[in-house]
């Protein structure tokens, strides 16, 4: 039977279709989606709505010519998409890895929308990212990089309309660069941006953020379940930004971190690791390889330790159907977007693995993202005990409507999370007369 026009229509816009159970080779945008329509289901929501919902609203895929330090040229090839803006001005990071391509950031945009409704922000949803590996590039051409892919995204970004912030491969001097470049043709706008330097605007506590978010979400997701977050023993995989933020801050909170990874690999000491001596070694050497205090492990190795709480805290995918059978822990805490795939997902369920997931889990960083917004757009700086105060509101009170959404409906606390964000993005969209 053919495709009705508009159905074909909207597919064309990133909508992927409804799957009736989820499969090992879906794309991360079909995982992402995959989620979607299951509350969609769950929730009874219109046709129209559906529909709407499921795909993007506009996305942007640019070409970057950049000039190298070697005399050179390489092209690369940047996105910014926004998924869905009824709740407010879209919102979203910065991404620059190999696998950053249009479906992925498609991914990445729908699930910020979720995100953002659920820990009650007042932004709809978008992400960015250029193909490339940034650890290839210099800091000269990554600023070139940078500055030349934010003029080409400057027609559809706005403090008001789309504000960037950082994901992996980009930080608070990517922000900066970003800020800077928009401001030379808009003028001074720090709104533009978060994650940004404290110096150039940026809000006391954004670059810890989202594993503070995670821990305090983590804790009470643990005391939820019965298993003490003091003394727990937890792994983590990926020490940049956000893995190494959720490492320090569990032990800060009672916590035993007794394994760590890079993308090259882990390390693990059944005790606990000296996260100090480990940054330190990281800092000297550029990598976890070769602390002398712990046993080297792979990242495939790493995932399946025997611990309390696991937090992939790095890249999408890696918890799937070949190894969530060997998984050795009580609880996973999704601080990358995306780590466990719809399949596994399922499994984990069935052997009884709590999944606390990435909407709820690592929206820490958004929402110091909107406090360092709401600073940026009044030029006022709070303090930094008054912005984490704001966070842990915020994460205990999202973290407790999904524990009670999800003893209500008897559902997984990942279904609870999408219902209630589904829920009130499709409210909005009501409202505005979108839909
Ligand atoms: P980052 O670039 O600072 O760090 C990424 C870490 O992951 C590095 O240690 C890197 O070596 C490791 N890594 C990369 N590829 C890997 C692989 N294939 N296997 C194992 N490790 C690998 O990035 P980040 O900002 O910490 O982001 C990490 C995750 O958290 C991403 O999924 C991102 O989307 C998500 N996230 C980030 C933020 C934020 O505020 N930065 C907010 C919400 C969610």
């Not at 009672?254 to 882990?266: E, L, N, P, Q, Y």
């Not at 050497?285 to 602390?291: A, F």
Request: some cysteine; glycine content about 10%; hydrophobic content about 40%.
């Amino acid at each position: 039977m053919s495709e009705k026009p508009a159905a074909a229509a909207v597919k064309d816009m990133g909508a992927a279709p409804a799957p009736q159970r989820p499969t090992d080779d879906m794309t991360p945008f079909e995982a992402a989606t995959y989620f979607f329509h299951c509350s969609a289901d769950r929730l009874g929501l219109r046709e129209e709505m559906r529909e709407v919902l499921a795909s993007t609203y506009r996305e942007l895929a640019v070409q970057i010519p950049l000039r190298r330090d070697d005399g050179g040229m390489t092209v690369f090839r940047g996105y910014r998409i926004q998924h869905n803006g009824a709740r407010g001005p879209y919102k979203g990071g910065i991404r620059y890895h190999e696998s950053a391509d249009l479906d992925e950031v498609r991914a990445l945009a729908a699930l910020m929308t979720w995100k953002n409704a659920l820990i009650d922000v007042p932004f709809g949803g978008a992400k960015g990212g250029i193909r490339c590996d940034p650890t290839a590039l210099s800091q000269g051409e990554l600023e070139r990089l940078t500055r030349r892919f934010t003029t080409m995204i400057s027609y559809i970004i706005g403090v008001h309309r789309d504000i960037p912030a950082p994901d992996m491969g980009t930080n608070a001097q990517a922000m900066a660069w970003m800020m800077d470049a928009y401001g030379q043709k808009y003028g001074y706008s720090p709104g533009i941006v978060t994650g940004k330097p404290v110096e150039l605007g940026g809000s006391p506590g954004r670059e810890e953020a989202t594993g503070r978010g995670v821990v305090i979400c983590a804790a009470l997701s643990a005391g939820r379940k019965g298993i003490d977050f003091e003394g727990a023993r937890v792994v983590v995989q990926g020490f940049g930004n956000v893995g190494y933020w959720t490492a320090v801050l569990a032990v800060e909170q009672g916590a035993r971190v007794i394994a760590v990874s890079d993308v090259k690999g882990g390390i693990h000491s059944t005790d606990a690791l000296d996260l100090d001596a480990v940054r330190d070694h990281y800092q000297s050497n550029g990598e976890l390889h070769g602390y002398p205090q712990a046993d080297e492990v792979s990242n495939e190795e790493l995932l399946t330790l025997d611990c309390d709480i696991l937090i992939p805290a790095a890249i999408q995918g890696v918890i799937h159907s070949g190894n969530a059978s060997k998984l050795s822990t009580r609880m996973i805490v999704e601080a990358a977007n995306a780590p466990v795939t719809p399949v596994a997902d399922q499994e984990l369920l069935e052997r009884g693995i709590t999944v606390v997931p990435d909407i709820l889990a690592n929206a820490g960083g958004v929402c110091v993202s909107y406090l360092e917004w709401v600073q940026s757009i009044q030029e006022f700086r709070w303090e930094l005990a008054h912005v984490n105060d704001e966070l842990e509101k915020k994460m205990t009170s999202a973290t407790e409507a999904v524990f009670e959404r999800s003893k209500r409906d008897e559902s997984s606390l990942r279904d609870a999370a999408y219902d209630i964000a589904v829920e009130r993005v499709a409210r909005a969209a009501e409202l505005r007369g979108y839909v």
